[in-house]
């Protein structure tokens, strides 16, 4: 009985010993395969990246309006002649981004020797003062500083702060949601007040909102909501006065209450507009 025991002990030690170097094999094998597959890999990224069949010879950029084709591909960090393979994506779409005007930006590959770029710029809608003076977009988003090459033959906006701002950098009380209604409404065809044509739009958190329009110094009094109507009753208001009844301009015109529209008419010195631009 002992010597059975002591045969099986070994036979079973000896079958532990063989399955430990067959693990130990199965490990080498799998990491030669790894080390294998990395140099093919390496190898055959190295071959693409400088591959003079991938050469990049065509550069395509949509989407641009204020900005040229050169600055983008200046921005996107893309040589000429450039193999296609070895530009990052993600990086190149990354520093696209960073540039103030880009909103959006899609870079892709074309085989075998093109490279696609397509860009959103953002659409200035208003300048906004708050100390200093920015853009805000379509969408109420603040996306650069003004600066002197920037187009300044927009509606600026007055009486906002940057402590109007939430934590995420965005406007969102009454106030500047007004502002927005308005500037949509301008952007409408056949606007009764177009955006070429306003000025100023001036925010009191109290009484809403005041615009000067036209020649800048006449000033018509939204309040708060309901400016649709308001921008009807104007029209009809001017129709009026257009046909020569009673008086045929105005230094204000209050549309807070559509039950009670009060008309200031035109005087030789008008006090609508106190801003001046810094």
Same mark, same amino acid.
């Given at each position: 009985?002992?010597?059975?025991?002591?045969?099986?002990?070994?036979?079973?030690?000896?079958?532990?010993?063989?399955?430990?170097?067959?693990?130990?094999?199965?490990?080498?094998?799998?990491?030669?395969?790894?080390?294998?597959?990395?140099?093919?890999?390496?190898?055959?990224?190295?071959?693409?990246?400088?591959?003079?069949?991938?050469?990049?010879?065509?550069?395509?950029?949509?989407?641009?309006?204020?900005?040229?084709?050169?600055?983008?591909?200046?921005?996107?960090?893309?040589?000429?002649?450039?193999?296609?393979?070895?530009?990052?994506?993600?990086?190149?779409?990354?520093?696209?981004?960073?540039?103030?005007?880009?909103?959006?930006?899609?870079?892709?590959?074309?085989?075998?020797?093109?490279?696609?770029?397509?860009?959103?710029?953002?659409? !200035?809608?208003? %300048? =906004?003062?708050?100390?200093?003076?920015?853009? +805000?977009?379509?969408?109420? @988003? &603040?996306?650069?500083? *003004?600066?002197?090459?920037?187009?300044?033959?927009?509606?600026?906006?007055?009486?906002?702060?940057?402590?109007?701002?939430?934590?995420?950098?965005?406007?969102?009380?009454?106030?500047?949601?007004?502002?927005?209604?308005?500037?949509?409404?301008?952007?409408? !065809?056949?606007? %009764? =007040?177009?955006?070429?044509?306003?000025?100023? +739009?001036?925010?009191?958190? @109290? &009484?809403?909102?005041? *615009?000067?329009?036209?020649?800048?110094?006449?000033?018509?009094?939204?309040?708060?909501?309901?400016?649709?109507?308001?921008?009807?009753?104007?029209?009809?208001?001017?129709?009026?006065?257009?046909?020569?009844?009673?008086?045929?301009?105005?230094?204000?015109?209050?549309?807070?209450?559509?039950?009670?529209?009060?008309?200031?008419?035109?005087?030789?010195?008008?006090?609508?507009?106190?801003?001046?631009?810094?």
């Amino acid at each position: 009985m002992r010597q059975n025991y002591y045969k099986n002990s070994l036979a079973k030690r000896r079958a532990k010993v063989v399955r430990r170097i067959i693990s130990c094999l199965k490990i080498m094998v799998a990491v030669s395969l790894m080390m294998a597959m990395s140099i093919v890999f390496i190898f055959g990224y190295d071959l693409l990246t400088q591959c003079d069949y991938f050469k990049g010879k065509s550069i395509i950029v949509g989407g641009t309006n204020r900005l040229s084709k050169n600055q983008i591909i200046k921005h996107a960090g893309i040589d000429p002649g450039m193999n296609i393979f070895s530009v990052n994506l993600f990086a190149t779409r990354k520093r696209l981004l960073a540039h103030p005007w880009v909103e959006d930006a899609e870079v892709r590959r074309e085989l075998p020797d093109g490279i696609n770029i397509k860009i959103k710029e953002h659409k !200035p809608l208003a %300048i =906004i003062d708050l100390g200093r003076k920015f853009l +805000i977009n379509d969408h109420g @988003e &603040i996306f650069k500083e *003004l600066a002197a090459s920037d187009p300044c033959d927009l509606p600026i906006i007055i009486g906002l702060e940057f402590s109007d701002l939430d934590v995420s950098g965005k406007f969102g009380n009454i106030s500047f949601n007004a502002v927005m209604d308005v500037l949509h409404l301008g952007r409408e !065809p056949g606007s %009764i =007040i177009p955006n070429r044509l306003l000025k100023i +739009i001036r925010v009191d958190r @109290e &009484i809403g909102i005041t *615009l000067y329009a036209f020649n800048g110094i006449k000033a018509i009094k939204l309040g708060y909501n309901n400016y649709p109507n308001k921008y009807e009753r104007l029209k009809n208001v001017l129709f009026y006065m257009e046909k020569g009844h009673v008086f045929s301009d105005f230094d204000t015109i209050d549309l807070n209450n559509l039950d009670r529209i009060v008309v200031n008419p035109v005087r030789i010195e008008s006090p609508a507009m106190d801003y001046k631009e810094a």
